[in-house]
């Protein structure tokens, strides 16, 4: 498995705030990834430091052996699709396309004539004119159709309504399995793509709390619900992720997988076990923070 | 797709189901990786992870440049191990349920019968 990208201690500041703290993240190639996390968690940074964006505070940076900065052969070989693209005045989708052979080796100029029709894209009307949802497609064409080596989606489809979306991950798959590549994709639509995944990276305030395998990440978690005092016997000694009740009833998210032993155990208490999707322990996992930042809130 | 277990597994399962029910004939070439992939929309290494699967076990041998085929013999080994699970699988928790709710046993077998009567 090669390397194509990797970080050391990547720490970038902006005054007193710290965006990403001490980081420890590679990528391997050929390999589609998610990487997740709360808005502000640092996703954005990340992928602007990876892709030369941004001078970073501390800490390393390697993309294909070497820094991205201002190394144009590393930088052809890398695509970032940014959520809000910006275009310069009276740009149309015709100009971007006529220009991206020059930015991106791989380009493949008549996938992007499928992708356009594919999208239905009016290639000559003014950006600035287009709906959100179009100007999200120039993007995803963009990103398809560059066939970078490492290519970043942040959060790359805002307004795109779910036909064009399933679209998008069809011809994700298609061509990922024709060309293999490394894909980072910065989504919050995470049960749409969790199956896409093979890996997932989950960054939390500055950190990455989670860096794996997408099928180990499934099922890794169980919620438990049924009458509290079974509950809590049944969870006792374990740890306990997020608990929730309501009346006499109570539910609680227990990290680890269950044997089938437990399982019978279970079953014998009277209680119910769910399997907690990706999406779902994304939100335990980053949303304790948000609690301990209410409380906080609340006592101030 | 079941969340609570591991997709590669699932589509070890519907590939083993196929060939149970005869879709897959023994000596009969599997679809590929991608498009297993595409179809389930899923990653084409869990889609690879899912037939490796039936690999290892004898149950689909790959053909160097053509792809994959069910072996002979295939079908009946994935019946025996199926029946084998059967009664842990099947058996045991419909009699759990069937106690609990005070069905015995000469009851059960007079409504195994009148669905299977149903269903035919």
């Known amino acids: ?300 | 797709m079941d969340e609570s277990r591991p997709i590669f597994l699932q589509i070890a399962e519907s590939i083993e189901n196929d060939i149970i029910s005869g879709e897959l004939a023994e000596g009969s070439q599997i679809p590929s990786i991608n498009e297993f992939a595409a179809f389930h929309r899923i990653n084409p290494a869990t889609a690879l992870k899912g037939v490796t699967r039936l690999v290892d076990d004898g149950t689909v041998e790959k053909r160097r440049g053509i792809g994959m085929f069910v072996t002979v013999g295939a079908r009946s080994r994935l019946v025996a191990r199926r029946r084998d699970g059967f009664a842990a699988e099947y058996v045991r928790p419909l009699l759990v349920e069937a106690d609990k709710l005070g069905i015995d046993i000469d009851e059960l077998a007079g409504m195994l019968r009148e669905e299977r009567t149903k269903a035919s």
């Open chain 1, 1 to 300: 498995m090669t390397t194509v990208a990797r970080t050391r201690g990547l720490t970038k500041r902006y005054g007193s705030f710290t965006a990403l703290d001490s980081v420890d993240v590679s990528f391997t190639e050929h390999r589609i990834y998610g990487l997740l996390g709360r808005n502000g968690a640092g996703k954005t940074t990340l992928m602007q430091l990876l892709t030369g964006q941004l001078f970073a505070s501390e800490g390393e940076i390697e993309v294909f052996g070497r820094t991205p900065v201002e190394h144009s052969d590393v930088l052809r070989r890398l695509c970032f699709i940014a959520e809000s693209q910006r275009y310069p005045e009276d740009f149309k989708p015709s100009h971007v396309f006529k220009i991206a052979p020059s930015f991106f080796e791989h380009w493949d100029a008549e996938f992007a004539e499928r992708l356009i029709a594919d999208f239905r894209l009016p290639l000559n009307r003014r950006i600035k004119k287009l709906s959100r949802g179009q100007l999200s497609a120039v993007g995803v064409i963009v990103g398809l159709a560059s066939r970078a080596p490492v290519t970043f989606f942040d959060e790359p489809y805002l307004g795109l309504d779910a036909v064009a979306r399933h679209l998008f991950y069809d011809r994700l798959l298609e061509d990922y399995a024709e060309h293999p590549r490394t894909i980072v994709l910065s989504t919050h639509l995470i049960d749409e793509v969790a199956n896409l995944l093979e890996h997932v990276v989950l960054i939390d305030e500055g950190r990455i709390i989670l860096d794996q395998d997408a099928e180990e990440l499934r099922g890794s978690a169980t919620t438990v619900a049924g009458p509290s005092a079974a509950v809590e016997q049944f969870v006792d000694g374990r740890e306990v992720m997020a608990r929730d009740r309501i009346g006499g009833l109570a539910s609680a998210t227990i990290d680890g997988r269950l044997t089938a032993p437990e399982r019978a155990e279970a079953a014998r208490l009277g209680l119910e076990l769910a399997p907690v999707s990706l999406q779902q322990l994304v939100v335990h996992l980053t949303g304790g923070a948000l609690a301990a930042e209410q409380q906080k809130e609340a006592a101030a």
